[in-house]
């Protein structure tokens, strides 16, 4: 079955620092990929989409990159601030016609001033 | 603030009560998605409706049911609860499909004693 995995345990770095996170998935062939951030008790927010065509997208600090072959998504916050300090969720599109889409459980990123 | 409304923001009930929730999608977005987040579960996703019409199904439960009306927004009932059932309930809007961006609401905190 399709399974997504992300770190659970929390990533904490030191406020100016560059955040990877990680998002590998098995028994899938996703035409693109998602990156949500979550705060406590609130929705996701929508961050980047990448096709799989693609290779790596940025948007201001983010920068998120999509491998197929090695069935991996990195996801890269540069000059990290507190404020970024969130959940953050990646999601894969629905395949093979099923439309139902999957998130990972999601990595907790603290960043420390 | 996303343009998706949710109402209530918090539910307590009884074990084996019914009660609906409501989603107000974005203006103009086609599609609402509903979805459940418990600790121990993540984001799990349960239907997706386009045009008032069933689009996708994902893990909803017999006991639970959805429907979009003609103006698009959308109720999600749940009935015979169970403790298992407490969650927070998100619901997401986006233009048509899943590779549009998705937009949450705020949520709706279910406790079921």
């Known amino acids: 079955s399709q399974k997504i995995e992300q770190n659970s345990e929390a990533l904490n770095i030191q406020e100016g620092k560059t955040a990877t996170l990680t998002c590998n998935y098995t028994n899938y062939s996703p035409a693109y990929l998602q990156w949500y951030r979550q705060d406590p008790g609130r929705g996701p927010v929508f961050l980047l989409l990448?096709?799989?065509?693609?290779k790596e997208k940025r948007k201001e600090r983010l920068k998120v990159t999509f491998d197929t072959t090695l069935k991996q998504s990195l996801f890269h916050i540069t000059a990290s601030q507190p404020a970024d300090s969130a959940t953050y969720l990646c999601a894969l599109d629905p395949s093979g016609g099923s439309y139902i889409p999957t998130f990972g459980r999601g990595t907790s990123l603290i960043v420390h001033p | 603030d996303s343009g998706v409304t949710q109402t209530p923001k918090h539910l307590i009930t009884a074990t084996g009560q019914r009660v609906t929730l409501r989603c107000s999608p974005r203006s103009g977005d086609l599609s609402v998605y509903w979805y459940q987040q418990s600790l121990d579960q993540g984001l799990q996703f349960l239907i997706q409706?386009?045009?008032?019409?069933?689009?996708a199904k994902g893990n909803i439960l017999e006991r639970f049911s959805a429907q979009q009306f003609p103006d698009l927004h959308s109720e999600l009932n749940l009935s015979s609860l169970e403790l298992g059932d407490s969650a927070l309930y998100f619901c997401?809007?986006?233009?048509?499909?899943?590779?549009?961006?998705?937009?949450f609401g705020p949520g709706t905190r279910l406790t079921v004693l």
């Open positions: 409706y386009y045009n008032g019409e069933e689009r």
């Open positions: 990448i096709r799989e065509n693609e």
């Open positions: 997401a809007s986006s233009q048509n499909s899943w590779a549009d961006t998705q937009y």
